[in-house]
């Protein structure tokens, strides 16, 4: 088993933007990510069938969710392994089109870690 550096460009994600938010004592630079139930790539819900009536129902998490899916790469470049993307859920993806659904973009990659305190991109 491997143990992996992973980097996630968060404004890769739809609708990600920074701005200043104002807390009790401070303003900070924030990331905000929407939370959008109806795709599943960051949620606060996953939807269900009910049982007796067949129809969808949203019940809420205990947090906020980001679902994320590696392909591993077949030329590794750069000590690269493996490229990151959402992962959208089953309904989600059978509501877009197939070019969308191949627009969803890369938000990142994995490189196998050593423990030598550095990333030469190779297992200990």
């Given amino acids: 088993m491997s ?3 992973i980097e996630i460009d ?16 401070q303003t900070k630079k924030c990331v905000c990510v929407p939370i959008d139930n109806s795709t599943g790539t960051v949620t606060d819900a996953y939807i269900t069938r009910d049982q007796e009536t067949g129809k969808r129902v949203e019940v809420k998490k205990k947090g906020v969710r980001l679902n994320l899916i590696a392909y591993e790469m077949q030329r590794k470049e750069r000590g690269q392994s493996h490229l990151v ?22 938000i990142g990659n994995m490189k196998p870690w050593n423990n030598d305190g550095g990333n030469s991109g190779s297992d200990w």
Avoid: F, H
């Fill in 10 to 25: 968060l404004l890769k994600l739809k609708g990600a933007k920074v701005a200043d938010v104002q807390g009790k004592t």
């Fill in 3 to 5: 143990n992996y550096n």
């Fill in 85 to 106: 993307k959402p992962s959208l859920s089953k309904e989600a993806m059978e509501q877009l089109p197939e070019d969308q659904a191949r627009l969803i973009p890369w």
